[in-house]
C-alpha cells in the first residue's frame, strides 16, 4: 500500500515537473505561468554530450497568430528579450547561465525562462512552446516542448429571482403557504455548466437534491454577446407549492463532477401579521368592500333605531303631558 502510494505520488510529481504551464486549461481573469528549461523540454530530448545552451526561447501560436515571447542568450550573444504584447502586465524572468568567464557556460542544468501571466484572457489560448538551440555537427539544432492551452469562459456568481418576491432580501422572501410560485437561477458561464436544484427546511440538516425533476424547466444556453471566450447563460426554473415550514433552496452550479460555485434563497411563510400589501391584488380590494358594505349596514341600522327611540320618546313624552302623568317613563320598555 506505502509502496504504491509513494510510486503515485512520485509519478504525480514527475508529471507536474514536465508541465511547461501550471494549467491544462485557463480561465478569462485567471492567471497562468510558464517554466521553460531543459527539464521541461526532457533531458533526453537535448543529447547528453550538450553541457550548454545557445538560448531558450518562449514562442506561442493564438488566433492572431505565431509570436516569440522571450529569447535568453547568455551564452552566445548575452542578451535577453521580451515582447509582451499589448501592454500587458507579464512578468518575464531568465536566470542562468550568466558568467564572466569568455569560455560558454556550462549552463545546461541552470538555464531558465518564466512567463508569469496574471491576467489571462480566452484569447491566450493556443499553443506555447519552449525550445533550446544547443551547438551541434551541423551548426544548430533545436528541442522543443509545446503545449496546448485551452481557454474557459469565467463562472460568474449565480443570482436566484422569485416571480413572488416580497421584501428586498436577494437570498429571502416569505410567502403565504400553498402558494405557486417560481424560483429561477441563471449564471453566466462555460456551455458545459448544469445547474442543480436543492433544498432543506430551514431548521433540518440534510441538503437534499430537489426530487420532483418535472418541476425543474432548463432553459437552452444563451451566447453572451461581446465576449472573447464562449460565455453562455443559463437558467433553471423551479415551480413549487409553499411549504408548511421556512426552506432553504440551494441553486449548486456543477461543471463535470465539481460543484463551481452556488447561491441559495430561502422562503419563509407569510403569516396574516406580515402580509405584504402586494399578495393579491385581487383580494385585497374585495376584502376592503365587504368591511365598508358590512360596516355601513351596521352604522345605519343604528342611525334608525337611535331615529325610532327619539321620535318615540318625544311623542309619549308629548302623550304623557296630555294624559297628566298617569304611567311612568318605564311603560316605553314593556
Ligand atoms: C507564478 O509566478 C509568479 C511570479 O513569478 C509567482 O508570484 C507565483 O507564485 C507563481 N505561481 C505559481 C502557481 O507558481
Ligand atoms: C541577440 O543578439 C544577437 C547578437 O547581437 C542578435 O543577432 C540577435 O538577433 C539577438 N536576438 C534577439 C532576439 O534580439
Ligand atoms: C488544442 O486543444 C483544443 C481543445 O481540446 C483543440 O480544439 C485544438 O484542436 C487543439 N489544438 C492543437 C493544435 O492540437
Ligand atoms: C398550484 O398549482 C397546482 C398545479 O400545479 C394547482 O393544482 C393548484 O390549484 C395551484 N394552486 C394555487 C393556489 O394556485
Ligand atoms: C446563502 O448565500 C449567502 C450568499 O452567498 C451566504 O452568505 C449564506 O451563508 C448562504 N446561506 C446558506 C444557509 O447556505
Not at 38 to 66: A, Q, W
Request: glycine share 8%; hydrophobic share 35%; aromatic share 8%.
Amino acid at each position: 500500500m506505502e509502496l504504491i502510494k509513494y510510486l503515485l505520488t512520485a509519478t504525480l510529481l514527475i508529471t507536474a515537473q514536465c508541465q511547461l504551464i501550471d494549467r491544462s486549461e485557463i480561465e478569462d481573469g485567471g492567471s497562468f505561468n510558464l517554466t521553460c528549461d531543459v527539464s521541461r523540454i526532457g533531458n533526453s530530448n537535448v543529447p547528453p554530450i550538450v553541457t550548454s545552451l545557445y538560448s531558450l526561447t518562449i514562442e506561442r501560436t493564438v488566433v492572431s497568430g505565431t509570436q516569440t515571447i522571450a529569447v535568453y542568450s547568455p551564452a552566445l550573444f548575452k542578451n535577453f528579450t521580451k515582447t509582451i504584447p499589448d501592454n500587458r502586465p507579464w512578468v518575464i524572468e531568465a536566470s542562468g547561465g550568466k558568467s564572466s568567464s569568455a569560455d560558454p557556460d556550462l549552463n545546461r542544468a541552470t538555464i531558465k525562462l518564466t512567463l508569469y501571466v496574471p491576467d489571462a484572457k480566452c484569447t491566450d489560448a493556443g499553443i506555447y512552446s519552449c525550445n533550446a538551440n544547443f551547438p551541434s555537427v551541423g551548426g544548430v539544432s533545436t528541442a522543443s516542448r509545446s503545449q496546448n492551452m485551452t481557454s474557459k469562459a469565467k463562472t460568474e456568481d449565480p443570482i436566484i429571482n422569485s416571480d413572488h418576491h416580497n421584501g428586498n432580501n436577494p437570498h429571502y422572501s416569505s410567502n403565504p403557504e400553498g402558494q405557486n410560485l417560481t424560483l429561477t437561477c441563471s449564471v453566466l458561464g462555460p456551455k458545459s455548466l448544469v445547474l442543480k436544484w436543492q433544498y432543506r427546511a430551514t431548521n433540518g440538516f440534510n441538503l437534499e437534491d430537489y426530487p420532483y425533476t418535472n418541476a425543474i424547466k432548463v432553459a437552452n444556453p444563451l451566447p453572451v454577446p461581446g465576449t472573447t471566450c464562449d460565455q453562455y447563460r443559463l437558467e433553471s426554473a423551479l415551480a413549487l407549492i409553499v411549504q408548511s415550514q421556512e426552506t432553504l433552496y440551494v441553486c449548486a452550479v456543477l461543471d463535470g463532477n465539481n460543484r463551481v460555485t452556488e447561491t441559495n434563497f430561502t422562503i419563509g411563510i407569510q403569516t396574516d401579521q406580515t402580509q405584504e400589501p402586494n399578495t393579491g391584488p385581487s383580494e385585497e380590494p374585495a376584502g376592503a368592500n365587504v368591511g365598508a358594505i358590512v360596516g355601513g349596514v351596521i352604522g345605519g341600522l343604528v342611525l334608525i333605531a337611535i331615529i325610532v327611540i327619539v321620535v318615540y320618546f318625544c311623542w309619549y313624552r308629548k302623550r304623557n303631558d296630555d294624559d297628566s302623568g298617569k304611567f311612568g317613563p318605564f311603560l316605553i320598555y314593556q
